[in-house]
Structure formats: C-alpha cells, structure tokens
C-alpha cells in the first residue's frame, strides 16, 4: 500500500484530508508541525508528502528540502 504522510496544523483540515487520500488507497500518517513530520519520515520515507507552507514550528519548504534527499517521494 502506498503512504502518504499529510502536514498541516489545522487539524480540521488535517482529518478531512486524511479521509480523502485515504480513499485513493493509501495508509496515511498525520502531523501538524515541521518536527513531528521530521521524526515520522525517520520512521519510513513516504510515497507523497502533502505539506502546508506554514506550520507553527517552521516553513514547509524545509521539509521540502530534506526530501529532496529521496527522489522517490512525490511532495504537494
């Protein structure tokens, strides 16, 4: 199954999200700061990362640049 891994700190969104790509048949994680998605790439490298630019913590494009480390992760 594909993962996709949904950044956003507005939390309402966040699960709305989640349900949609869950629908498209992938295992979602959530997160809602630049930290928590930094630990949960650690745990496994996902297929898509979907990432809000501002998040509580930090910009998104941070995130953006660490993965552009793994060429095999798609980001929105």
Do not use: C, N, Y
Request: no cysteine.
């Amino acid at each position: 199954m594909l993962q996709a891994l949904l950044v956003d700190d507005d939390e309402a969104f966040l699960t709305a999200l989640a349900e949609a790509v869950a629908r498209e048949s992938f295992s979602t994680r959530t997160v809602t700061s630049l930290a928590a998605a930094k630990t949960a790439i650690i745990g496994g490298v996902p297929d898509v990362v979907l990432i809000d630019l501002h998040l509580p913590d930090g910009s998104g494009m941070e995130l953006l640049e660490e993965l552009s480390a793994f060429p095999g992760t798609e980001v929105i």
